[in-house]
Nanobody, 124 residues
Framework: QVQLAESGGGSVQTGGSFRLSCVAS????????MGWFRQAPGKAREAVAV???????RYGDSMKGRFTISRDNAKNILNLQMNNLQPEDTAVYYC??????????????????WGQGAQVTVSS
C-alpha cells in the first residue's frame, strides 16, 4: 500500500499563489509516475500535471504556464506551485501515484493511489 498526504491548501484572493506538497509513504517506488489532479464542485476530475521518475512533466490542457510540478525523489515529495490563481481554480486538489510501468500521462484512470485532497479556494 501507498499513502499520500497533501498539505498547503487554503484560501487566497485572485492573483495569489499557493504551493501544495504531497508526501508519499508506505510501499513506495521513488521513481513512480506522480501527479496532481483537481475536482471542482459539480465537475469531473481533471489533470493538472504529472511528472515521471526522471522529473519530466506533462501538463493538463490549459494548465501550463501558471502551474509548475516538481518532485524530490530522495524525500518522496511531490510539489505543485500555483501562481496567478483565478476563481475557476477553486477545487479540491489531489495527489496521485501510479504503479505498473513507465508510462506517465495526465489521465486520472492510470493512477492507483490517491491522497485525501487539499481544498484550494480563490476569491474574487
Amino acid at each position: 500500500q501507498v499513502q499520500l498526504a497533501e498539505s498547503g491548501g487554503g484560501s487566497v484572493q485572485t492573483g495569489g499563489s499557493f504551493r501544495l506538497s504531497c508526501v508519499a509513504s508506505g510501499n513506495t517506488a521513488r521513481r513512480n509516475c506522480m501527479g496532481w489532479f483537481r475536482q471542482a464542485p459539480g465537475k469531473a476530475r481533471e489533470a493538472v500535471a504529472v511528472v515521471d521518475g526522471d522529473g519530466s512533466p506533462r501538463y493538463g490542457d490549459s494548465m501550463k504556464g501558471r502551474f509548475t510540478i516538481s518532485r524530490d525523489n530522495a524525500k518522496n515529495i511531490l510539489n505543485l506551485q500555483m501562481n496567478n490563481l483565478q476563481p475557476e481554480d477553486t477545487a479540491v486538489y489531489y495527489c496521485a501515484t501510479r504503479r505498473g510501468g513507465p508510462l506517465c500521462l495526465p489521465e486520472a484512470g492510470m493512477f492507483n493511489y490517491w491522497g485525501q485532497g487539499a481544498q484550494v479556494t480563490v476569491s474574487s
